[in-house]
């Protein structure tokens, strides 16, 4: 049959459900989930039926024996686990057999995607990775509007990306730099990925702030300059939006402006349905996003042009 055998890992966290959700609606199989939490409750009114463990060998066991049954082998492993942990819970679900469908960011370095290239030889099975902006239909919109630009134009982009978070984000893993990368490789790899995908390759990466909770630089593409400001400050919402929303994704292509804030709960689904027909995002699309963090990550702030920094931090 069509349909497919699903393991998941991180599956007690905050997205694991969207991954629940895209797997049940398309018709596949959630065989087993593992997480090292329990509160897993949220399974039964997904997918009652599933197997958990809250031991990576209990659950890695399980997963091997799946293999003997054709019927049961798992053809995918799903992961959902902090980002450190990515590379290691890839590699896991490669050997075990089974294509593997991770969160961003994919990992953090371009090194260890050489690494992962490494492992799909040695498995024969391959990594995608969602990256679910690139199925937002205003970015999509946008993408054709500039492919269908002169080519000898640059956009000039003003990008402005707020997710405000409450004092748990500092305390959580998510804070913590060597478990979540920082706030830029978090949360602004979206929209690094995003930028590359509508305006082509990166030609200059400039940081002109970066804190635990905000971000700032200018990155100039192909067919775009970009002053860009990421937080997950509050304070730093507009003030006709403070109050009545929590989050400001917009992007100012040469004055106008596209609001990007809606939209987003479906794309995980989008992003599973591409996958399995064989059209997914592999290692290779996630190196620009990834040497892009990279680099941001590593950069020491400089203070620049007031064109080419972002009006919040000029
Ligand atoms: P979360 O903290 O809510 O969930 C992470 C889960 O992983 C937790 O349940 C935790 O117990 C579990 N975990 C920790 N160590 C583990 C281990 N060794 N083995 C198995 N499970 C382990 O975080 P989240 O927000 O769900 O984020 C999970 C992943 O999804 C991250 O990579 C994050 O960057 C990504 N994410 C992506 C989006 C998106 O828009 N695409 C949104 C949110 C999160
Ligand atoms: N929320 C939670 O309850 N728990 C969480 O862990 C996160 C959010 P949005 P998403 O914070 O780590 C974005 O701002 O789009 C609440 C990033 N994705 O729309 O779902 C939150 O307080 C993602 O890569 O967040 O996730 C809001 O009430 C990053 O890992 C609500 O959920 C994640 O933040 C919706 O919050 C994070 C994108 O920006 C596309």
């Known amino acids: 049959s069509n349909s497919k055998n699903f393991a998941l890992i991180g599956a007690a966290g905050y997205i694991a459900p969207r991954h629940m959700h895209a797997i049940k609606n398309l018709g596949h199989h959630l065989a087993v989930a593992y997480d090292i939490n329990d509160s897993v409750g949220i399974i039964d009114s997904i997918s009652p039926q599933s197997e958990f463990f809250t031991d990576f060998e209990r659950f890695y066991d399980y997963a091997h024996r799946l293999k003997r049954d054709p019927a049961t082998a798992l053809d995918y492993v799903s992961i959902c686990s902090p980002n450190y942990l990515h590379h290691p819970h890839i590699t896991a679900g490669l050997r075990l057999g089974a294509d593997v469908i991770c969160e961003k960011p994919l990992v953090p370095t371009p090194e260890l995607l050489d690494d992962l290239a490494l492992v799909e030889r040695e498995t024969g099975k391959r990594v ?94 192909e067919r775009a300059r970009v002053r860009w400001f990421l937080s997950i400050d509050a304070n730093d919402l507009p003030d006709d939006v403070k109050g009545r929303k929590t989050t400001y994704r917009s992007i100012d292509i040469n004055g106008e402006e596209l ?56």
């Open 128 to 221: 995608y990775n969602i990256l679910q902006l690139r199925h937002h239909d205003a970015i999509l919109a946008l993408r054709q509007k500039v492919a269908a630009a002169p080519a000898n134009t640059k956009f000039d982009v003003t990008l402005t990306y707020i997710t405000s978070r409450g004092k748990w984000y500092l305390e959580s893993w998510k804070g913590d730099p060597r478990q979540s990368f920082g706030v830029a490789t978090n949360i602004g790899v979206h929209f690094y990925d995003m930028l590359h995908f509508v305006f082509g390759k990166l030609q200059d990466n400039v940081v002109h702030y970066s804190g635990e909770t905000k971000a700032a630089g200018y990155l100039e593409y």
């Open 259 to 314: 609001e990007f804030s809606e939209g987003f709960t479906e794309l995980h689904k989008v992003s599973y349905e591409e996958i399995l027909a064989g059209r997914g995002y592999g290692l290779e699309d996630a190196r620009h996003c990834i040497e892009t963090v990279n680099v941001i990550r590593t950069a020491s702030c400089v203070s620049d042009g007031e064109a080419r920094m972002h009006p919040v931090v000029a």
